[in-house]
């Protein structure tokens, strides 16, 4: 049974920040498991039916029991795999990460991809309010290493995608002098191995994401 209970899988894309998310998470744990890639364009019969509902990655699959949504997925593994714990045990910062985890996903990245669709003073605009945001996740570090204190914690798996969508949008808006606290957390991620292990090609992900804008920017509205 206990061979059986670790029996794992995830099911993600290369590209994606939020199936690298779950990669992290599981070798931070010492999780053996079995990486499954996706084709987006044409789903693969798994995937629709163990996350029927969003037909979409990442999907963790626990002993053949889905689990879908990263942030979800970090908590399930956080809760199964109590070594190395990557949420804190004190409720109020458990909750405290919780709350800057969701706010990176649903204000800072959502508020960043209209950098790529946006032009002139539209832009301007949303370049100073994805500034502000960053702002107020740049003070949670205070001077910590990682958002997680001494180590990587969840909302450091959660952020690790700042550098390439920087790189992708262009512009001077993230930068060292502004932001120097995200930059020396930045390099201190760069320096884990098991987190450089989940990154793909550099350029070869450029090349996909800038892709991805130009074809949103094309799309006819």
């Not at 690298?20 to 498991?33: D, H, T």
């Not at 079995?34 to 029927?52: A, G, H, Q, R, T």
């Not at 969508?165 to 993230?174: I, Q």
Request: proline share 6%; aromatic share 10%; net charge negative.
């Amino acid at each position: 049974m206990a061979d059986q209970e670790q029996v794992v899988k995830l099911y993600g894309t290369w590209a994606s920040p939020f199936s690298q998310r779950i990669e992290i998470a599981l070798k931070l744990k010492g999780v053996p498991f079995e990486y499954i890639e996706e084709d987006l364009i044409n789903k693969s019969p798994s995937l629709l039916k163990y996350n029927p509902v969003h037909k979409k990655i990442p999907v963790l699959v626990h002993n053949d029991k889905p689990v879908a949504e990263s942030l979800v997925i970090l908590e399930y593994i956080d809760e199964t795999w109590k070594n190395n714990p990557i949420l804190p045990l004190d409720p109020h910062e458990k909750a405290t990460a919780r709350f800057w985890a969701s706010f990176i996903d649903n204000k800072i990245l959502a508020t960043a991809v209209k950098i790529g669709l946006c032009k002139g003073e539209e832009k301007e605009v949303v370049i100073l309010e994805v500034c502000e945001q960053l702002k107020m996740l740049e003070q949670q570090l205070n001077g910590k290493d990682f958002f997680g204190g001494d180590k990587i914690g969840f909302v450091d798996i959660v952020a690790f995608w700042f550098q390439i969508t920087h790189e992708v949008l262009g512009g001077d808006f993230f930068t060292p002098e502004k932001f120097p606290g995200l930059f020396e957390w930045i390099g201190k991620l760069q320096e884990i191995d098991l987190v450089n292990e989940c990154r793909p090609p550099r350029e070869k992900h450029l090349a996909y994401v800038r892709g991805i804008f130009e074809c949103l920017i094309n799309t006819p509205k």
